[in-house]
């Protein structure tokens, strides 16, 4: 699938939006209709999918909530977050049942947890982050993304004015070395392999 590139956006930003950018996209404005006025939290704010969902959340005048460790709390507020949940310190259901919008992109225990978060009516929106576990509640609506690239939401996401936040290039010989910093866990944002 493509897509022109606007000439403002340099190529390492729009190879960087791709995949990760449409899978904020799709399970929050899509899926989860995201509102003005809504309260989103967005799990693993830091990473690349959740950098994008801050930005989307916010476009769209939504309040963002976001957990990440206490290292990534200013660039997720640099990214729109109105508030950051250190997970290394703070349980996130403390907040009680204030979000009408759960974006999840961990899954196991965070998954089963985050449906204790939302007000009845609510949207928990998920990737394919292994393990689900099905909430017990059935005042609010699961949600699992289903993630296809086409061109209309390239275009959409193209146009957006999003910020591609890269935390790292690498020349394609040094693949190995930009794959366990993506296996990691602690990338902010896209990782760009430089294929020229």
Not at 166 to 188: C, K, N, Q, T, V
Request: net charge neutral; hydrophobic share 45%; with cysteine.
């Amino acid at each position: 699938m493509t897509a022109a590139v606007p000439p403002s956006m340099s190529l390492d930003a729009a190879a960087a939006i791709g995949i990760a950018a449409l899978s904020a996209w799709i399970p929050l404005v899509e899926d989860a209709r995201l509102a003005p006025g809504q309260r989103v939290l967005v799990h693993a704010g830091a990473g690349g999918v959740g950098g994008y969902a801050l930005q989307l959340a916010r476009s769209y005048g939504a309040e963002a909530w976001t957990t990440c460790s206490a290292r990534n709390a200013e660039f997720c507020r640099g990214l729109g977050a109105h508030r950051t949940i250190d997970y290394t310190r703070e349980d996130f259901r403390d907040a009680g049942r204030v979000f009408d919008v759960v974006l999840d992109t961990v899954g196991g225990e965070i998954h089963a947890r985050s449906a204790e978060v939302l007000r009845p009516g609510g949207v928990l929106a998920y990737l394919s982050a292994a393990p689900v576990q099905r909430p017990g509640r059935s005042d609010i609506l699961v949600i699992p993304a289903q993630i296809q690239a086409t061109r209309e939401r390239l275009e959409r996401l193209l146009a957006a004015g999003l910020r591609a936040p890269i935390e790292a290039r690498f020349p394609l010989e040094r693949a190995a070395e930009a794959y366990e910093l993506s296996r990691s866990g602690h990338a902010r944002g896209k990782i760009v392999l430089d294929i020229s």
